[in-house]
């Protein structure tokens, strides 16, 4: 190593976000009894609610928390760059582990910092400021961990290309003569970092001198036994039991090379009661990639009062008592029809025919049910495990799902309608403990390295199942007798589900729903579409076929592709309503549109069938009022339902197609009333599209549509920042936009991120495109905000009826645009389709026109939307 | 005043006479306004001093305004005008001074979005007239002091009837055909009527206590399309409105060989195109007004569609 001494001392004064004056040189004795100077952010709060000591990870410096200091006005930030390292003296000898605890604890002894210290740490920092912690339990208030590890997780190795760094040979040429290391982790951000911020991240490490620490870091990585910091980062760890009640924050960049999500889950098995948020279009520099100051300090507002929101919404309303009326188990119907030889679930056959391909009784049924969870059982799952089932909807999934239920496992929903990298993704984010599929799930999910048990639903053969690491096939009866008790079951407030946002409103995130709260949900649609067991479900909308057996109603699956609503034809969906004589369907628009768009060749027996069905309700997607009426014209005697809600909470309202021809037009989407049991409000929306907690009583009023119910989900699964913005006091905020008009009725105008932000206030996008498609010459309108927030003009973007010469439409068509908005047009663009969402079909993509439409105004070369 | 006898500086005067202010006008030539006037050159240092004697605000407005010409001629009138303007009214005890300029001492080619008021750039400002501006508001505003509040307003493209500046410029080429629509015509931009900008000026004065030291952007705050503000302006002026277009890279390369030629051979006419031009046309200019109205308690009285119609009813 060289070994070269220089003084700490001050960075350039130019860096981008730095504040020159929260530098600090503070001297104290080392570890050895050196007298050292330190460099130190310190953003000099006065008065503090406490001090947040951000450490450091490796090759970064103090820089990562500029944000934090600057953002902070109640805790005093205090970072510190290590010895060797940032602007921190160069002690010429190399520093461990244990040596760097010291050191922390000198500088805040020189501080003197007293009163409560969060603990901030990033990489290399974590293991650093828990050994601080160890040492401070008297004034710890909270630790904050991000992209860091205190043990090498159980199967993990050390990434090779660390390993590769390591070796004696390359260690000193590529950390420290050369800027390889360097510039390789930096690289590690998700998206790139700026030119500024790079560069303000390399100025202290500009000669190779001041790079010796850098090398000292990688060189002392003591994840294995025997490393000279081994002992001390397995004190360390062995520590966290004293943390038990400290609250704990894990922030997580998932695309990190170094510390998987192995050293997540290990952290959090360590400090359980930990609030986590995963991003995975993060990266190791979490905090760059996140912009992570306003989320650590939301937090830290929870730490301080104890009943806070994120901790009130943990435990929703459903936690006293369970959600259904008697609190029936989900199962309860199932059991009840236990003699009955009736058809319970049928499957119909792909081939296009009219014939049932599959069926059970519900006799069948219910013991199939107890026979796969005995199964289960056997197969070593415990409750609480989670188990995601990789099959097509059906009698499978269903004997499946109850069977999870039944012995107390949490079901992963991972739909295939998110398509395969949806699936793969949600299945990483929700880590199930056992996978059951059949050999092609098998195959996918071994692809995933998922860690999890992996079950096969029907026998296979020996070599196959060994090649796709099976451990056990459900379909043989098991060696040992079941040792699962009669009479044993999850509670209410036991977890249930995980299900899955579509990810159109952004990432995919997972919901999860507790048991309670899947028995209100049940009796919720029971009584909104007031179902009985003498009903019989075409159940075309993969979420509400598992609830036919608990409804105790008889369903039958279309023969369809489930990944594609748009498949289902006019024949299968009738077929598949005669086989079972249903009298209620529900299905997703696509599905729907495309019924009825292929109902020209049915046959007067499939004729029949659709004409017995008393109700019929498109869900999962909005649906127009056109498409409905169409939907209606094929089903004679049936009521047109749509439902309104959202994966977090479904259904939230209610509206038949004569509810929506009464409500007429008006400045929005009419959704109907609220369901029975679930509570409706507005809150403010602030000037620069910001959400507020602050209710609006006054009807008409616009504003964010929050709801608070019984069947609402429990919240987001390692998704602390959005749990923490979404929920309060058993609230739900939804995203949507909308009023609630003096008849009690819903309606939405667009989602909070649609907003159009001008200079006079928000303006919601969907009644303004109403307006304008009313316009002739006009097919279809979305009505975008182009410029900074809080001084957006009003674009609107057209799909015409007849082929527009340019980008611009033409003066006529722009004047009588202008003439039906009641707002500031500053533009009218013309395109031949507007973009729609790839899953709902149906759903206009604003923020995409958004973007191109600002492109287009600035005067850029038209590009194609 | 300085600078009463254009369109807009005329509406000024006539603005702060309206409302009963005792005004004293100085240009070249005589604005043939009702109140007392003196005639003179911004350069001529003592007639810019005796112009000052006994006054309590200045607004000034005189500039060369060219899309060509030689920097030593923009400098001498509208720097070192301004700066000798900005000595004498110290020296005579004024109170607060109202230095107009223009959102182009800030442009440095990339397009304006919604833009803020930020700080002039004579090295980066798109041409010499802007970077003459721009040298010139930093002069000014540096002379901001106690006892001496400096505003500097920048109005975006002034127009109204009897303009000939903005609209006759537009006309004339429009008449000639000469008139090209640049890229797609689409580039937003925001104008300023007239009256709004003359309202604006008069606010700045009232609410020089508050506003001094900074650099304010005028507008109507109605952003178009450049060919929608095109056509409109043709049509109130009763000629046929642009329909060719011309690629921004073309428009902006003919530009610059324009200025080149015009300022090598010393030619007095106006270039049919300048690089300036081109992106002032092909490129969005549009402003957030919110500081503006609210330092300045002043809202546009007259809209868009309102101005355009005075702009027909005064053919």
């Given at each position: 190593m060289i070994s070269r001494s220089q003084p700490g001392h001050y960075p350039p004064s130019d860096l981008d976000g730095w504040d020159h004056t929260w530098s600090r040189l503070v001297s104290a004795l080392d570890a050895d009894g050196e007298t050292r100077t330190w460099h130190v952010l310190d953003n000099g709060v006065v008065d503090p609610i406490g001090t947040l000591l951000c450490v450091h990870g490796n090759p970064t410096w103090s820089y990562m928390w500029r944000d934090l200091a600057s953002l902070s006005t109640r805790w005093r930030v205090i970072a510190v760059d290590a010895l060797n390292m940032g602007?921190?003296?160069?002690?010429?000898?190399?520093?461990?582990?244990?040596?760097?605890?010291?050191?922390?604890?000198?500088?805040?002894?020189?501080?003197?910092?007293?009163?409560?210290?969060?603990?901030?740490?990033?990489?290399?920092?974590g293991p650093i400021s828990l050994g601080w912690a160890r040492a401070h339990l008297d004034q710890l208030a909270g630790v904050v961990l991000m992209n860091t590890g205190i043990a090498r997780p159980e199967g993990v190795q050390i990434p090779a290309l660390i390993q590769a760094v390591r070796t004696r040979a390359t260690l000193r040429a590529t950390c420290v003569a050369s800027q390889v290391f360097l510039r390789g982790a930096l690289r590690l951000a998700r998206p790139s970092l700026s030119r500024e911020v790079h560069q303000a991240y390399v100025t202290p490490y500009a000669r190779p001198t001041a790079r010796a620490g850098i090398g000292d870091f990688v060189e002392d990585i003591p994840f294995a036994p025997g490393r000279p910091s081994f002992t001390m980062l397995d004190y360390i760890a062995g520590s966290l039991e004293h943390l038990a009640e400290t609250p704990a924050l894990l922030l997580w960049g998932v695309k990190d090379p170094v510390f998987s999500e192995a050293f997540l889950s290990d952290l959090h098995a360590r400090l359980p009661h930990a609030s986590v948020h995963r991003y995975a279009e993060a990266g190791h520099l979490v905090m760059e990639d996140i912009k992570g100051a306003p989320v650590i300090l939301d937090w830290l507002e929870t730490v301080r009062s104890p009943t806070s929101p994120a901790l009130a919404s943990v435990h929703p309303a459903t936690s006293s008592g369970g959600?259904?009326?008697?609190?029936?188990?989900?199962?309860?119907?199932?059991?009840?029809?236990?003699?009955?030889?009736?058809?319970?679930?049928?499957?119909?056959?792909?081939?296009?025919?009219?014939?049932?391909?599959?069926?059970?009784?519900?006799?069948?049924?219910?013991?199939?049910?107890?026979?796969?969870?005995?199964?289960?059982?056997?197969?070593?799952?415990?409750?609480?495990?989670?188990?995601?089932?990789?099959?097509?909807?059906?009698?499978?999934?269903?004997?499946?799902?109850?069977?999870?239920?039944?012995?107390?496992?949490?079901?992963?929903?991972?739909?295939?309608?998110?398509?395969?990298?949806?699936?793969?993704?949600?299945?990483?984010?929700?880590?199930?403990?056992?996978?059951?599929?059949?050999?092609?799930?098998?195959?996918?999910?071994?692809?995933?390295?998922?860690?999890?048990?992996?079950?096969?639903?029907?026998?296979?053969?020996?070599?196959?199942?060994?090649?796709?690491?099976?451990?056990?096939?459900?379909?043989?009866?098991?060696?040992?007798?079941?040792?699962?008790?009669?009479?044993?079951?999850?509670?209410?407030?036991?977890?249930?589900?995980?299900?899955?946002?579509?990810?159109?409103?952004?990432?995919?995130?997972?919901?999860?729903?507790?048991?309670?709260?899947?028995?209100?949900?049940?009796?919720?649609?029971?009584?909104?579409?007031?179902?009985?067991?003498?009903?019989?479900?075409?159940?075309?909308?993969?979420?509400?076929?598992?609830?036919?057996?608990?409804?105790?109603?008889?369903?039958?699956?279309?023969?369809?592709?489930?990944?594609?609503?748009?498949?289902?034809?006019?024949?299968?969906?009738?077929?598949?309503?005669?086989?079972?004589?249903?009298?209620?369907?529900?299905?997703?628009?696509?599905?729907?549109?495309?019924?009825?768009?292929?109902?020209?060749?049915?046959?007067?027996?499939?004729?029949?069938?659709?004409?017995?069905?008393?109700?019929?309700?498109?869900?999962?997607?909005?649906?127009?009022?056109?498409?409905?009426?169409?939907?209606?014209?094929?089903?004679?005697?049936?009521?047109?339902?749509?439902?309104?809600?959202?994966?977090?909470?479904?259904?939230?309202?209610?509206?038949?197609?004569?509810?929506?021809?009464?409500?007429?037009?008006?400045?929005?989407?009419?959704?109907?009333?609220?369901?029975?049991?679930?509570?409706?409000?507005?809150?403010?929306?602030?000037?620069?599209?910001?959400?507020?907690?602050?209710?609006?009583?006054?009807?008409?009023?616009?504003?964010?549509?929050?709801?608070?119910?019984?069947?609402?989900?429990?919240?987001?699964?390692?998704?602390?920042?959005?749990?923490?913005?979404?929920?309060?006091?058993?609230?739900?905020?939804?995203?949507?936009?909308?009023?609630?008009?003096?008849?009690?009725?819903?309606?939405?105008?667009?989602?909070?991120?649609?907003?159009?932000?001008?200079?006079?206030?928000?303006?919601?996008?969907?009644?303004?495109?109403?307006?304008?498609?009313?316009?002739?010459?006009?097919?279809?309108?979305?009505?975008?905000?182009?410029?900074?927030?809080?001084?957006?003009?009003?674009?609107?973007?057209?799909?015409?009826?007849?082929?527009?010469?340019?980008?611009?439409?033409?003066?006529?068509?722009?004047?009588?645009?202008?003439?039906?908005?009641?707002?500031?047009?500053?533009?009218?663009?013309?395109?031949?389709?507007?973009?729609?969402?790839?899953?709902?079909?149906?759903?206009?993509?604003?923020?995409?026109?958004?973007?191109?439409?600002?492109?287009?105004?600035?005067?850029?070369?038209?590009?194609?939307? | 005043m300085t600078g009463a006898s254009g369109m807009f500086g005329r509406a000024v005067a006539q603005t702060l006479l309206d409302r009963g202010d005792d005004v004293t006008v100085f240009q070249r030539r005589t604005a043939a306004l009702d109140c007392r006037e003196i005639c003179g050159d911004i350069t001529d240092s003592a007639a810019v001093t005796s112009s000052v004697e006994g006054i309590d605000a200045v607004v000034h407005m005189a500039a060369r305004v060219s899309p060509i010409g030689s920097r030593r001629v923009f400098?001498?009138?509208?720097?070192?005008?301004?700066?000798?303007?900005?000595?004498?009214?110290?020296?005579?005890?004024?109170?607060?001074?109202?230095?107009?300029?223009?959102?182009?001492?800030?442009?440095?080619?990339?397009?304006?979005?919604?833009?803020?008021?930020?700080?002039?750039?004579?090295?980066?400002?798109?041409?010499?007239?802007?970077?003459?501006?721009?040298?010139?508001?930093?002069?000014?505003?540096?002379?901001?002091?106690?006892?001496?509040?400096?505003?500097?307003?920048?109005p975006h493209l002034v127009w109204g009837p009897g303009d000939t500046q903005l609209v006759a410029r537009i006309v004339r080429r429009a008449e000639a055909g000469r008139l090209r629509l640049v890229g797609a015509g689409a580039a937003l931009v925001d104008t300023t009527y007239v009256d709004n900008a003359a309202d604006a000026i008069v606010a700045a004065l009232d609410r020089a206590e508050v506003a001094h030291g900074r650099a304010l952007v005028v507008s109507n705050g109605e952003p178009r399309p450049v060919a929608d503000l095109l056509r409109s302006m043709c049509l109130a002026s009763g000629v046929d409105p642009p329909t060719r277009h011309l690629p921004l890279g073309v428009t902006k390369a003919l530009g610059g060989g324009a200025e080149l030629l015009w300022n090598a051979l010393r030619l007095r006419s106006d270039p049919p195109m300048t690089r300036f031009l081109a992106e002032q046309l092909g490129t969005a200019h549009w402003f957030d007004q919110r500081l503006t109205r609210k330092i300045l308690r002043w809202e546009p009285r007259v809209s868009l569609d309102d101005g355009l119609a005075l702009l027909a009813d005064r053919r």
């Open positions: 602007f921190s003296e160069r002690t010429g000898g190399n520093r461990r582990l244990a040596g760097h605890v010291a050191d922390l604890s000198a500088v805040t002894t020189a501080l003197s910092i007293e009163g409560p210290v969060v603990t901030v740490a990033h990489d290399w920092g959600g259904g009326d008697d609190g029936r188990r989900l199962w309860a119907a199932l059991e009840d029809r236990s003699n009955d030889e009736e058809i319970a679930v049928a499957e119909m056959s792909p081939d296009g025919s009219t014939q049932m391909s599959r069926s059970v009784t519900f006799a069948e049924l219910d013991q199939q049910v107890k026979l796969l969870a005995d199964r289960l059982v056997a197969a070593g799952l415990q409750p609480g495990d989670r188990v995601a089932p990789l099959i097509p909807p059906g009698i499978d999934l269903v004997a499946i799902v109850y069977a999870c239920w039944q012995a107390g496992a949490v079901v992963v929903a991972a739909d295939a309608a998110l398509g395969g990298r949806g699936v793969a993704s949600a299945l990483r984010a929700a880590r199930p403990d056992y996978v059951v599929a059949d050999w092609r799930g098998l195959v996918f999910a071994r692809g995933l390295r998922l860690g999890a048990t992996m079950l096969s639903l029907k026998p296979l053969p020996r070599a196959v199942q060994f090649t796709l690491g099976v451990a056990a096939s459900l379909a043989k009866p098991a060696d040992a007798s079941p040792a699962r008790e009669l009479g044993f079951g999850p509670g209410p407030a036991d977890p249930a589900a995980v299900v899955f946002t579509s990810g159109s409103t952004g990432p995919s995130k997972a919901v999860v729903y507790r048991h309670g709260q899947l028995e209100a949900q049940r009796d919720a649609l029971a009584a909104t579409y007031s179902l009985s067991r003498d009903d019989r479900l075409v159940a075309a909308f993969a979420p509400f076929a598992i609830f036919g057996p608990a409804l105790g109603m008889s369903s039958v699956v279309p023969a369809m592709d489930i990944s594609s609503a748009a498949t289902l034809d006019a024949s299968a969906f009738a077929s598949a309503a005669q086989a079972i004589g249903a009298t209620i369907a529900f299905a997703s628009p696509a599905a729907l549109v495309n019924v009825v768009a292929t109902s020209d060749g049915l046959d007067k027996g499939q004729r029949d069938a659709m004409t017995r069905l008393r109700a019929v309700a498109s869900a999962g997607a909005p649906i127009s009022t056109a498409a409905l009426r169409a939907v209606s014209q094929n089903f004679a005697n049936a009521d047109i339902h749509t439902p309104y809600g959202m994966t977090e909470v479904m259904p939230v309202t209610d509206i038949s197609l004569e509810e929506i021809d009464l409500a007429g037009r008006g400045d929005g989407v009419c959704v109907g009333r609220p369901i029975n049991g679930v509570e409706l409000a507005v809150t403010r929306i602030g000037a620069l599209g910001q959400s507020t907690w602050e209710f609006i009583g006054k009807p008409g009023a616009t504003g964010e549509i929050c709801v608070l119910a019984a069947h609402a989900s429990g919240g987001y699964d390692r998704l602390w920042a959005i749990q923490n913005h979404t929920r309060r006091d058993g609230w739900h905020r939804t995203g949507d936009v909308g009023h609630i008009d003096r008849d009690g009725r819903l309606w939405v105008e667009g989602r909070t991120s649609h907003l159009i932000l001008s200079a006079d206030g928000p303006v919601t996008p969907v009644g303004i495109e109403h307006r304008a498609e009313l316009v002739d010459g006009v097919h279809q309108a979305a009505a975008v905000g182009v410029g900074p927030a809080g001084t957006q003009q009003l674009v609107l973007v057209i799909s015409t009826t007849e082929r527009s010469a340019g980008v611009l439409a033409d003066p006529q068509l722009t004047d009588a645009v202008r003439q039906a908005v009641p707002f500031d047009v500053a533009a009218v663009l013309t395109v031949r389709h507007l973009p729609v969402d790839r899953r709902h079909n149906s759903k206009i993509e604003r923020q995409r026109i958004a973007t191109w439409a600002e492109s287009v105004l600035t005067g850029a070369r038209v590009s194609r939307l | 400098d001498e009138v509208n720097v070192r005008g301004s700066a000798g303007l900005a000595a004498a009214a110290l020296r005579a005890g004024v109170q607060s001074l109202v230095y107009v300029s223009s959102p182009a001492v800030a442009f440095v080619g990339a397009p304006q979005v919604g833009a803020s008021a930020v700080a002039a750039d004579p090295t980066q400002a798109r041409s010499r007239y802007a970077q003459s501006k721009a040298k010139a508001e930093i002069l000014m505003l540096k002379a901001n002091r106690p006892g001496f509040a400096v505003v500097s307003v920048r």
